[in-house]
């Protein structure tokens, strides 16, 4: 989450909160930046953070969940129909315990489509303008 996602009020509270901590220390600063010098050098497209560290995993790391969530979906309409991806991207991003921004979310949702996962409706050049379910062997 960025700044400008944080109402004005709630930076203001965070602001007089933390007005007394003391800034970052010459040698944590290295290290922070060390550990970002190696992070940098890594290959890998996704990151997680996990038992206080930042941990590479595979691409597909979050799919199973976004599986799960579309079977919540389904099962909350009462049959399997259509669904907007807006709004399984969207329940999946609000229930995620990681930060990953729902671009990424969404070209999960298309590798599941192209994967045969999912079934779509529509023309996927938004999240908007398409409408994803589970086949039927997957739900």
Request: aromatic content about 12%.
């Amino acid at each position: 989450m960025g700044t400008g996602e944080v109402a004005p009020e709630k930076l203001k509270v965070i602001y007089a909160a933390n007005k007394n901590v003391q800034p970052l220390t010459a040698k944590l600063c290295y290290k922070l930046a060390d550990e970002w010098e190696k992070l940098s050098e890594t290959t890998e497209v996704l990151r997680i953070w996990e038992d206080g560290e930042i941990k590479n995993v595979p691409e597909n790391y979050f799919d199973a969940f976004i599986v799960d969530k579309a079977r919540y979906l389904h099962r909350e309409q009462g049959k399997l129909e259509f669904m907007k991806s807006a709004r399984l991207i969207g329940e999946v991003f609000g229930h995620l315990n990681q930060y990953t921004g729902d671009e990424f979310i969404e070209y999960r949702v298309r590798q599941l489509i192209f994967n045969g996962i999912f079934e779509i409706e529509g023309i996927p050049k938004a999240m908007r303008f398409y409408s994803v379910k589970l086949k039927e062997e997957f739900n």
